[in-house]
């Protein structure tokens, strides 16, 4: 007999004891206003592997946080000899917190004005360590930061960065309110000599970003010089610095017969509220709406795109697949290494990466309690079939190569999406014979009421509740190994690529947004993270994006005792070779073009789960 079996063919008495029994070690937690797991029962735990490479990590991360600190001469407040022995054996005996000691919270410079870059030249000079210091650790500089101030990467970022969903067709429908376009003179920018804002408009080729909805997340402190600005902490010092958080506004275009969209013109603010339209003939000013812009994405990509939903998503699903689904259930078997590790790393985001005064706080430019409402808000209005990769470019009006050209994310979320669909297909196949093996498995029906009800994930469910039928399971199980493996890499691994080099990718500004025009370097400077900041972002983020451990395809031998499985499984993966050669190829066209390639969805780079 298969040990794998549909409740409804298995005639083991003891089958809905042993789920019970199984789904009693798990709870929800409401901590911050999403059904989460609360504890980590048996699967959930990260496998040995995933210890050995992230105690490997945080050895690596010690050691090179400690190179940039003696290489910049920077003194912070907090900074630690390299090698604390005593330290380290309490860490490790005591059961302490070992993330903590490896990558030290720095704390603060202690004068802000050492803390402030005067070139961008002090970035790459103070943060990053090219080669080995000394022996002792090493930082390099990132490919990003030799083409920081150019158009082009910015829009690269929108395209192919950490947070790459976001753009959507502008319509008159989606025309926003207090931002009118017909006032950017676009025949006067280089690359759009003869074009017009009108005839872009009507041929479809103009693209935004709208972030304006961010406001829900100003601090609206007592004494803060502006309601977005939050005191820059640690350890519930204020260090006398004010970090932002802007709700800006982004149009690009792409040009008549052009290879790519550009940038055209940022608005960081309400024009109410005095915030000039910026386009790239505007020096420093448009820099610093540059830096706005992207503090906003960014700040949006940790809270939203990252956390809420990847992690905050894949949490609900894992839980109901415990609760509702014997382990003998085929389901059950195809899920679980996707699960492998969320719920632990969840548990830890949870009760320490996302408190107040911790990592992502003293990051992104709003204070983190004032995000809660918003992740919230965000994550249980996201449409689980409304954004199924294909359905969510085409809702946005950004699913036509033809209008918008080289799309790395698109592109490459295509061709993962069609892969793993056809290989859930083949599973489903296997199982379900007909719609009514579908009806008939009350264990299935549970799990996905479960997940619409009580995991309030929107829409998981069609309207009358449960699993209409194969295609509509097909589709559910490829929408959360989508998200689980390719969308989590997608928005994760750029974190230690991309977002290393602060320029280019900050999470915050530390100025107010420009007004009027005629910036300096100077003022363009001073909106920029300091330089304390920068060597903190490289140290959580490179902590982020730094284990990538399973491989999607590569299901630990689970199948081998089903050989129609395993011979389903071995297709899939052969389709996933197949990806990563056309991706290297398309690769050497976009680098070409914007100088950059897109690695984030390369099969041979996707965990099977969320474990970091
Ligand atoms: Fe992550």
């Not at 609760?323 to 003998?328: F, T, W």
């Not at 509509?472 to 998200?483: E, V």
């Not at 420009?514 to 900041?533: K, S």
Request: glycine share 6%.
């Amino acid at each position: 007999m298969s040990a794998y079996l549909l409740p409804q063919n298995d005639d083991r008495e003891k089958r809905a004891a042993e789920l019970a029994d199984a789904a009693s070690k798990y709870k929800y937690n409401m901590d911050i206003g999403i059904p989460l797991i609360d504890s980590e029962g048996p699967d959930d735990a990260n496998k040995l592997d995933w210890k050995i490479k992230i105690f490997a990590l945080l050895l690596r991360l010690r050691k090179n946080v400690q190179a940039i600190c003696d290489k910049s001469g920077l003194k912070f407040q907090e900074a630690r000899p390299v090698r604390d022995i005593p330290r380290l054996v309490s860490v490790l005996t005591s059961g302490g917190d070992t993330v903590e000691y490896f990558t030290p919270d720095l704390g603060f410079v202690a004068s802000p004005q050492e803390s402030r870059p005067t070139s961008i030249k002090d970035y790459t000079d103070k943060v990053f360590v090219d080669r080995d210091h000394n022996n002792r650790g090493s930082a390099p500089l990132p490919e990003m930061a030799h083409v920081w101030d150019s158009d082009l990467t910015f829009a690269y970022n929108f395209l192919a960065g950490p947070n790459p969903a976001m753009l959507q067709r502008f319509t008159p429908q989606t025309k926003p309110v207090d931002f009118d376009l017909t006032t950017v003179d676009l025949g006067s920018l280089s690359e759009f000599g003869g074009d017009t804002m009108e005839r872009a408009i009507r041929e479809g080729r103009v693209y935004f970003v709208d972030h304006t909805d961010l406001r829900a997340i100003f601090a609206h402190l007592p004494n803060a010089p502006a309601p977005n600005a939050a005191p820059r902490t640690f350890k519930s010092e204020v260090s006398g610095d004010w970090k932002y958080i802007y709700a800006p506004y982004a149009v690009f275009v792409v040009p008549p017969d052009g290879k790519h969209m550009l940038p055209v013109a940022i608005r960081c603010g309400l024009k109410t509220e005095g915030n000039h339209i910026y386009t790239p003939k505007d020096g420093y000013s448009w820099r610093m709406a540059r830096v706005c812009m992207l503090a906003a994405h960014n700040n949006h990509h940790e809270v939203v795109s990252h956390l809420g939903l990847t992690h905050l998503l894949i949490d609900p699903i894992c839980m109901a697949t415990r609760l509702r689904l014997h382990s003998r259930h085929p389901v059950y078997r195809l899920l679980n290494p996707h699960f492998e590790g969320t719920a632990s790393v969840n548990i830890g985001a949870r009760t320490s990466l996302i408190l107040p005064e911790r990592s992502v706080d003293r990051l992104v430019g709003s204070k983190i309690e004032r995000n809660y409402p918003y992740l919230q808000e965000q994550r249980l209005g996201y449409s689980f079939r409304g954004n199924f990769p294909k359905v969510r470019a085409a809702s946005r009006g950004v699913d036509d190569a033809s209008l918008l050209p080289n799309y790395p994310y698109r592109e490459d979320a295509a061709l993962i999406w069609d892969a793993i669909h056809s290989w859930v297909s083949d599973y489903v196949s296997i199982w379900y014979h007909s719609e009514a093996d579908i009806r008939a498995d009350y264990e299935l029906q549970a799990w996905a009421n479960e997940i619409n009800d009580i995991g309030k994930v929107k829409d998981f469910c069609l309207s009358g509740g449960g699993v209409h039928g194969r295609d509509d399971l097909i589709d559910l199980l490829t929408m959360t190994i989508f998200t689980a493996g390719p969308q989590h890499a997608a928005v994760n691994f750029p974190q230690g690529r991309e977002m290393l080099f602060v320029p280019v990718n900050p999470m915050a500004g530390y100025a107010p947004a420009p007004m009027g025009h005629g910036h300096t370097e100077a003022d363009f400077l001073r909106i920029l993270p300091p330089l304390d900041v920068a060597v903190q972002t490289w140290s959580v983020l490179n902590l982020l994006a730094g284990v990538n451990n399973t491989r999607l395809g590569d299901y630990r031998g689970a199948f081998l005792t089903h050989p129609v499985s395993e011979a389903y499984n071995l297709k899939f993966r052969a389709n996933l070779l197949m990806i990563e050669g056309k991706i290297n190829s398309a690769n050497r066209i976009r680098r070409g073009i914007y100088g950059l390639d897109y690695v984030h969805l390369l099969p041979s780079r996707i965990p099977a789960s969320i474990n970091i």
